[in-house]
């Protein structure tokens, strides 16, 4: 076997598919096809070890190779009984770059290399087609001349175009022997112009040209910012495949076309793909003519008067269907195939993984399943959970075009156009006149939310990816951009303005939760929809996963759309968010303003039968599946107004001097609130709103138990513990009130109190903790916060230039960083399992619906990850891909 | 040797004093004073094991204890030739308590018992004193009753004031034999009427009847709020010590008496104490008679016309002198005893380790390192390094009443009186006057700083520990008390209000930056002074400690003081705060409202100069030691005026419209500044600002190492680095300037550049980012509120309520808390050091000048740590101790 070339022909080769990182993608998957016997033209592939050794040695070659090549030419003579610039039955050849990962258009190729003024005649003779020789030579020279010499093309598709519009011609087909041999001299003229040389007729000159051309590509501009938007190493460098030509453009009998063997945008079982006649491959994708369609059924859909391949080569077309069958089982996946038919002989100039939209992908997968291709694990795995995303949001048309005037935060995903709106008022009034509608706000408040209700979507000039807005809008599953600076909401004048954009309320505007970008008028949407396959394919993964998925849910709504997901389980309700209702804030704020306990109490009594009634029907949608309910978290100010105008409605209302309230206000204002008096040290101030919570969630227990029939265990989690004592001291509470609920009602049930571990110093402390905690749930959202030191909510000024400059490579509040974060939930776990080794732990910060994150839960032995319900899908997909990783299958 | 008593008399004791936990202190140091041959009364101790079963066994006594004690009764029997109850010289025995711990005043007591209506006569006879016998027989009647039977006392005393009322009588020792005869008598009836029964007149009965009572009163309420105060556990319990009496009451040569054998305020090495002639223990600190001193000195010098007892009884004196060095020879300290003359004859009652100030425990360790009775190490370890803050600060004197209206957080020691003012201005002309005065504002900015100057002490109603009042105070020395929040200023009214308390601008208010106190009119101060003591301690402690001590300081002034207190270099110094002066922070403004970065280099440029002065000074200050210079730290907001009007007055200096003023301060404003925009991200945000710092630290470095001759090696640190990335972008942009200084320049100098390790991720990581930083010092007040999730400035609502309730027993931000910080601090350490073995570690937060957290410090081998320059002493001392407590000499 050759060390820097790798020979193939029908029925034998010296590489492999497997060998792709030697080989390049193409180089591999030719040689596979020629082991497999199917019909590819005979051809080496120069390694990708050469790249190397090219770059690291000043563009030389290394010692051998060209006798190599030379070995290799001689290999396709043989093969194909040609000459490589021979004067009779020439041998000509492409030369194609290919690499380990996909570049497409990024490197050169060249082809009909061999061409020269004299194999062009022998080559006339051969075939009986001077048209055909002279229309290849003078495609030869312009692509040499433009891919070797560095001629611009341009120069010489005017010469073509001046010629064609001079002799009054259309297509390049209806140009004669005559013409064409014109039109090569004046190519060859404009090679010596410009080049001060004549064009090389030395076909191993043309060779090695060719070869250095194809190498020195891998450095162009293009392909090195291409490298760095996908991350693919420099050092991989590009294999070279030298290849015999086969003609597609050989006369009547010719053609050239691309295919997927399944539909790329349904994912149907049905070949996909067009053809031309009398073309070479760059032909079918320059668009410059129509291509016609494979198959009759997609001639006849399409309504197209051309005819198809089917009809028009129906044996070519039949071998060529039991080929991409073949290759779809050898290499089990939907392939992407170029081909090549000469004279009516089907040559396969490539095969490789199709690329697919998320639907397709999905319906691919399972279909193969079914079809046996593939075991139901593997369709798993084939999976990006994150597509699934667009399948479960309605998501802007790709294709559409868009007007983009700012760009936010994504702070909630999916897309939505409507009319814009100031308040939450005008919100429900135009939509109530049917008019979808977009709330257009600086920041939201608990008294907007009725008004995000009745939007399509929420857009926020201020605010983070943890706002208010953002929060809630993620909850409602509905999209939100969130802190777009750039824009400026002027609700008086009714006004926002952006860069010289100046747009109106009523004015349309659509944003997209998913990029952040916001955009003039209305960009079409596509619907989401779940598909047969979705619902197989998730039923599969539910039985190989080993965590369980549970979701972050706290309205009756967002608890049912949990479940219609198949949440096993609520592994947050944030109690808090239930106190944001419009009816129910200012009960809210009347204990948060009370002077005294007694003050605290009497509101606390208000609220009472309301959060009995939340929890009773949060227990009674979920039936029997676990519900762990996080007590009040966050800071008493976030529920009171900030500007003057309703502080003062506020004060008024609840029949407090403007002043008292004001001062009330100022003494509750923190510097850093998410550091402040919040979670459990606001519990462990003022135990009598424990002592209402764990009632409203007993009495409502014992109710929805009654109601359907299924016993509730409630689970109560406290947040941000650091150490054990706070944990006592709260749970002692909390049983004080459970034990005198039971002794009233004269039943039992058996509860969890657990913790949030989402502070370092409670991971470091854990096993103190886990002998008072009975289960821990990860909030990864503060723990990064508080181990990277940075506020979500105020990362937009200096994140995005951190990830520009490379010295963030993920962004944590995404995916768990694993070197500090995620050493830190080792810690917790290996100690809390030390004090308490069967205690139950999750993970309820937003990573926990983030594919990578999941994946390391799975290594830490979590019991469940939980995430917010329009996540759930991709949690349950991506903790089954874990279990199978972890499994090494 | 008995188990659960042990003996002692003069000569021989079955204890010692290294056995007070078994006997109590008194009880231990009875039996080493009896070992040294000492005149102690023989006795025997019960032991507080005795104490623990009484308890665990339901107030019952262990098996074998009455024999034992009756044992020990025969003993002093033999010893004194005396009998229990007997008819005939009869033997009278004291029952007191003893714990291993000093509680004084809070367990019980019983003297002269064994006295019954025969043995008083026996007594009197013996003694040829009726009313010596008699008045003992009424004391212990009286005492019994109120101890062990429950009768309160002060039924007893109006008996006998009563009594001395009728018969015209002054003091006690004016009563005859009759009339203690007919006192003796209604003190009995009394017990009748109260108990229903008879005065006991078995010994035996009063015996155990007083054991009884010393054992309960080791649960009674005050003993056991006492403990809870002094963190002294329950299960120690207490000794029961019962030993021959001895009288000091028992005619004119007789007297008793307590010393120091040094003075416990100054540490004078001379006799300090005081006696009453014809007395028994408790009169001499009851206050009913004047006591007489014990040297001819110390009378003459208080001007006593009562003659001292070196006067009245030489020989007496002379063998106490004796046995007081003895007794400080032996224990090698000062010592505090009681001693009682019966009849010329002298009896020590009780030796132990003597209380005394902080100037005093200074210089008796000092002293006695000289007299050659401890060594250097030793008297290092005796000082509580705590201690120096009042001999380096003026403080309020102890003794003067306080009319405390409110308590705000200690934000920078020491005390201060002065009329209020409202405002900087203000503070300086009332100051110009002549006048002291206290600076009383919501919250202090850069602008106050003049205003902070001109005050003696500075009262913030809002901020934090670490808000810039309190950090710029404890910067200056100056007292500051900072969030008193129960305040209300009002500076145009004039007026400071607090619950009722009006005070006016121009009134006197005093406050104590050490505890937190508010005071209405001045309390009158103590001022520091450093004594020869002091010199010579901290020299020897200079000697042992192995890390070194630096300051953290910016401005000239604070960096003399810390030269002056004996800072061997500069560990923090917050270039930010040069930016804070009134002349500068314009030019600064002008910088962070640029809109470009040219507009923020044309500002940089005037803010160079005035940096390269600073650091000049700095340099030249600091001659050769060691200076670490952090890069700007805090976010944009903080240099920016808050209220409206101060805005407005900065628009117009800078000549920017108001409007385009706000719009930037709305863009620059934070919802947790403290994890926001700061610090390294800032750097990275706008590297122009760091190559202003580096161009002004290096020209400085050359200039001060022209003029002092002493090369400059600055330290160069990064604030807030989480990633190896972050660091690395940084040290490029320092090396670059630096080298073009030094190209400029046309020489060279060394430096490092290092990061500030205080964030958790940065611990975690420390091992990449030492590849990077060539120097790590933990900033533990960052590092404390991201590991524990607490904002020091928003803490004071709720941490006070933690401490209360036990549930955090140390406060992290004074302390460094070991298992999470330390833990991190740790990490850090250990994986700093696997990448670069030699990295030079060091503290410079606030913990820094904690004793506790340098004993830490020592533990983890740092090379040194940083403080405010005022603890450079209590660092320097505590430095040293861990050192020796590591030698474990």
């Not at 003519?289 to 089917?310: F, K, M, N, V």
């Not at 100690?831 to 205690?839: H, Y």
Request: proline share 5%.
């Amino acid at each position: 076997m050759a060390s820097w070339v790798y020979g193939f022909e029908r029925g034998r080769a010296d590489g492999a598919a497997s060998m792709s990182d030697l080989l390049g993608g193409k180089g591999a998957n030719l040689a596979e096809m020629a082991r497999l016997g199917l019909p590819v033209p005979p051809g080496f592939t120069i390694t990708t070890a050469v790249c190397t050794w090219f770059y690291a040695n000043g563009s030389s070659y290394p010692n051998g190779l060209i006798g190599e090549v030379r070995s290799g030419i001689a290999g396709i003579e043989a093969a194909t009984g040609r000459v490589f610039g021979g004067a009779e039955r020439p041998l000509l050849v492409s030369v194609r770059s290919g690499s380990r990962a996909s570049m497409p258009g990024m490197l050169d190729t060249v082809l009909d290399l061999g061409l020269n003024d004299e194999s062009v005649e022998a080559l006339a003779r051969e075939h009986g087609d001077e048209v055909f020789a002279l229309d290849s030579y003078r495609r030869f020279i312009q692509m040499y001349a433009d891919v070797v010499l560095g001629v611009d093309h341009a120069v010489f598709e005017e010469i073509l175009d001046d010629y064609k519009d001079n002799a009054g011609l259309m297509y390049d087909t209806d140009l004669s022997g005559e013409d064409l041999r014109s039109i090569v001299d004046t190519f060859k003229r404009t090679v010596r112009e410009e080049t001060d040389s004549e064009f090389p007729q030395d076909p191993q000159l043309q060779l090695w040209g060719a070869i250095s051309a194809v190498l020195n590509s891998w450095m162009n501009a293009r392909a090195i910012v291409y490298r760095k938007l996908h991350q693919i190493p420099e050092d991989w460098g590009t294999a070279v495949n030298v290849q015999a030509m086969v003609f597609g453009n050989m006369g009547g009998e010719s053609a050239t076309g691309v295919a997927f063997t399944r539909d790329p945008s349904t994912g149907e079982n049905r070949l996909f793909g067009e053809f031309l006649l009398k073309a070479q491959g760059e032909d079918v994708v320059s668009g410059l003519r129509t291509p016609q369609y494979l198959t009759e059924a997609a001639r006849r859909s399409a309504g197209s008067e051309l005819p198809s391949l089917e009809e028009l080569m129906p044996e070519a077309f039949a071998e060529f269907q039991m080929i991409c069958a073949r290759l779809e089982r050898h290499f089990q996946d939907m392939q992407d195939v170029e081909f090549t038919i000469e004279r009516g002989k089907l040559w396969m100039l490539q095969t490789r993984t199709g690329k697919r939209s998320a639907e397709a992908a999905m319906r691919i997968a399972v279909d193969m399943a079914e079809e046996g291709l593939i075991s139901t694990d593997m369709a798993i795995q084939r999976i990006d959970p994150g597509s699934l995303e667009q399948l479960l949001h309605p998501t802007l048309d790709e294709n559409a075009p868009r007007e983009v005037i700012a760009v936010g935060l994504p702070a909630s995903p999916g897309g939505a156009s409507g009319r814009i709106v100031f308040s939450a008022e005008e919100a429900e009034a135009v939509a109530h006149e049917g008019h979808p509608v977009i709330l257009v706000r600086t920041e939201t408040s608990p008294e907007d939310i009725h008004g995000m209700h009745a939007a399509k979507g929420v857009l926020t000039t201020r605010g983070g990816m943890t706002s208010h807005a953002a929060v809630v809008a993620r909850g409602m599953g509905k999209p939100c951009v969130s802190g777009a600076a750039q824009l400026k909401a002027d609700p008086k004048a009714g006004t926002l303005t952006c860069r010289g954009h100046v747009l109106k309320a009523g004015d349309f505007i659509t944003i997209d939760g998913t990029s952040g970008q916001i955009m003039v008028g209305v960009v079409p949407m596509r619907e989401p929809e779940m598909s047969d396959a979705f619902v197989r394919l998730m039923a599969w993964a539910d039985e190989v996963r080993r965590m369980k998925v549970r979701a972050n849910a706290e309205t009756p709504a967002e608890v049912r759309v949990a479940r219609a997901f198949g949440a096993e389980g609520i592994g947050l309700c944030r109690t808090e968010h239930m106190f944001f209702d419009e009816g129910r804030v200012l009960a809210m704020r009347e204990m948060i303003l009370a002077d005294n306990e007694d003050g605290r109490r009497a509101a606390l009594a208000k609220l009472l039968p309301m959060q009995r009634k939340d929890f009773t029907e949060i227990f009674e949608i979920m039936s029997g599946q676990p519900v762990t309910i996080r007590l009040l978290d966050p800071p008493f100010h976030e529920f009171l107004p900030k500007n003057p105008e309703e502080a003062d409605a506020v004060a008024k209302a609840l029949d407090i001097e403007p002043e008292r309230f004001a001062d009330r206000l100022r003494a509750l204002r923190e510097y850093n609130p998410m550091l402040g008096h919040r979670g459990c040290r606001l519990l462990i101030s003022h135990p009598e709103i424990v002592e209402m919570q764990i009632r409203a969630i007993f009495e409502a227990a014992f109710i929805a138990a009654r109601s359907t029939g299924a016993p509730v265990n409630p689970e109560i989690m406290i947040p941000l513990i650091v150490t054990k004592g706070e944990l006592e001291y709260l749970k002692a509470r909390i049983e004080e009130t459970a034990e005198a609920v039971m002794a009233e009602i004269g039943k039992r049930l058996s509860y969890q109190v657990g913790t949030m571990i989402e502070l370092p110093r409670a991971c470091l402390a854990a096993q103190e903790i886990a002998e008072v905690a009975e289960f821990f749930s990860f909030g990864t959202n503060d723990l990064t916060q508080t181990t990277f030191g940075i506020s979500r909510d105020d990362a937009a000024s200096f994140l995005p230039g951190y990830e520009a400059k490379g010295i963030l490579p993920i962004d944590p509040f995404q995916t768990i960083d694993r070197r500090g974060v995620g050493e830190l939930m080792e810690i917790g776990v290996l100690r809390g399992r030390r004090s308490r080794p069967d205690i139950k732990l999750g993970i309820c910060g937003e990573q926990g619906g983030n594919p990578g994150s999941i994946a390391f839960c799975e290594q830490l032995k979590l019991d469940y990850v939980s995430c917010s319900p329009f996540r759930v899908p991709i949690a349950r997909l991506a903790a089954a891909q874990a279990t199978l990783a972890e499994r090494g299958s």
